[in-house]
Structures are given as C-alpha cells and as structure tokens.
C-alpha cells in the first residue's frame, strides 16, 4: 500500500529491514529532503488507508448480516527517523554462510567485504546512536501521533518552507523529553504528524485553546539551534540538497569513510602477510619431512 502513494520517482527504494515482534521496519535510500517529505507522507497516507479499508469492509459485513465475526479492526502506528553514514552510524552485515561468519578476519574488513558483495542470505542491521535515537522516538507513537525524529521534522520543514510560507497544518510539537541514553538527558524535542488534524473535533478544541499551527522557519530553527550542540546524537546529509546545512558535514562523513578504507587496507595486507606465513610453514614442514626421509649417506635402503 506504501508503494501506491509514494510518487512515481521513488518506486521501488523501500526495503524490509526486519520485523520485531508486531513492527515491521523498512529502510529507504534518501538523497535529499524532499524524499524524506515524500516518504513520510505516503508511510501516513497507507496507514490511515488500511485501517479506513478495513472499517469500510467491517461495516459492510455488519449491513449485510454476515454471523461471521468483523475483520481485525487493528489500528496502526509509526515513526520515521534518519541515521547518516558510516557516522555517526554503521551498518553492519550478518553473514548467511558459516564459514564467513567464523572468519578470522579483521571484523571491520569482513563486513566492509560483505557489503561490497551482498548475498541474499545475508542480514543487514545497523548500529549508532542516530538508530538507538530512533528506536526511542519511535517507542513514543500512537494511532493517533506519527513520531518524527528531530531530522525528519527539520527535512519536512525545509521542503515545504521552500514550497510555501503557509504553516505547518499536520505537524505538532509533542512534547519535549528526557530520551534514556540520548543527548546527555537533556529533554528532547518530540515531533509527530497529528494524523487527526483535519478531525473537526480537533480542530474546534486547537480553535478553543488557542493552539498555533507551527511554522516551519520555527522549525528549521530549532533544529539547527540543537545541530550546533557538540553533544547532539545526530547528523544530517542530504547529498542532493541544495541546503547548505544539509551538505556540510560531507568532508567528515567522506573523511570517517577513509579511515575505514585505510583500516580495511591495512587488515587485508596483514591477511596477506598472514596467509604467506602460512604457506612458508607448510613448505619448511614439507622440507623437514623430505630430510628425514632421505637415504643414509653410504646408499643403503
């Protein structure tokens, strides 16, 4: 169902990462903010789509006095959230075929090799603090609230401050809170896309408290005020952006890149080296093997 609302540009990019439990997580390539505006809003759309198709199919068994019980009228919830390459965030490769996954290889070179030749037994999953940040955001959504990570806010802000001057309609400062283990405890900005916004219950009660749409040059404030912390968990590159905040951690990302190459490079020359011993042994053995058998110096059997 994501698949049908995401724009035709971006078919085929989503990817099943894993399912824990009840929860499915997907994965996506994104190359610049507005992906991300696209991504989310038609992960919304799907959600409220399926549960609208199954109240639909539930009431119209209802009406035709069907004695079966209704359909499972399951509500969904999710979050979105985005994690940078290879920092603060690596992905990791778990091998399929035991005799990769015994390797005595330099850790970091095995995985680098595993990535550059995928296998479809294999199992990706990554690790950083962006993801251990995500999980957390994620663990606060609710049919109602469609949690968002501070970075996904701050893409979503910017495609449509560039779009419109109007305000942000579907998006809400949840909360703000202490995330265990994330930005030293200091209180998190939690956003979510209010997927009841246009409920006119809801709209009536924002009207009565005097509730303000946000803004998202409000947004995109808040959000490079808490980049510009040396102690945010997080980093952001869009390398398609033509936002300059999007793009300028590409000298750090392409400098971490480099020492994992460099440290890939010295493993696999120590593989080598190693590899080399090796077979030096086994030839002294073979040569060891040959003296003892050689015959006795007068000729005699």
């Not at 609208?52 to 979105?80: F, I, R, V, W």
């Not at 501070?150 to 893409?155: F, Q, S």
Request: some cysteine; aromatic content about 8%.
């Amino acid at each position: 169902m994501v698949e049908e609302q995401v724009p035709e540009r971006l078919r085929g990019r989503l990817k099943l990462w894993k399912a824990v439990g009840d929860e499915l997580l997907f994965v996506v390539d994104v190359d610049e903010e507005s992906e991300v505006h696209d991504f989310v809003s038609a992960w919304v759309r799907a959600m409220d789509g399926y549960e609208a198709m199954l109240s639909t199919k539930n009431h119209e068994m209802m009406e035709s006095g069907a004695s079966s019980p209704p359909l499972n009228s399951m509500k969904t919830k999710g979050g979105a959230f985005v994690a940078t390459f290879p920092e603060p965030d690596y992905e990791i490769v778990v091998a399929h075929s035991p005799s990769e996954a015994t390797s005595d290889l330099d850790p970091i070179l095995l995985n680098e090799r595993l990535k550059e030749h995928p296998s479809p037994g294999n199992l990706q999953d990554f690790l950083g603090t962006s993801i251990d940040t995500g999980f957390r955001v994620s663990a606060r959504a609710s049919q109602r609230y469609f949690t968002l990570s501070l970075e996904v806010a701050w893409a979503f802000a910017q495609h449509l401050k560039t779009q419109t001057n109007e305000p942000v309609s579907n998006m809400v400062l949840l909360e703000e809170i202490a995330l265990k283990g994330v930005w030293g405890g200091r209180a998190y900005p939690l956003f979510a896309i209010d997927r009841a916004a246009t409920d006119s219950y809801n709209q009536a009660m924002q009207r009565m408290q005097n509730v303000p749409h946000l803004k998202a040059m409000d947004i995109c404030n808040l959000a490079e005020s808490c980049h510009s912390d040396k102690a945010w968990p997080s980093l952001i590159h869009f390398p398609a952006s033509t936002f300059p905040a999007f793009t300028g951690n590409k000298d750090r990302l392409e400098s971490a890149q480099t020492r994992i190459s460099e440290r890939t490079d010295r493993s696999a020359e120590g593989d080598e080296l190693r590899e080399l011993s090796t077979e030096a042994f086994s030839a002294d053995e073979d040569v060891s093997n040959m003296r003892v058998q050689a015959p006795p110096a007068d000729g005699s059997p």
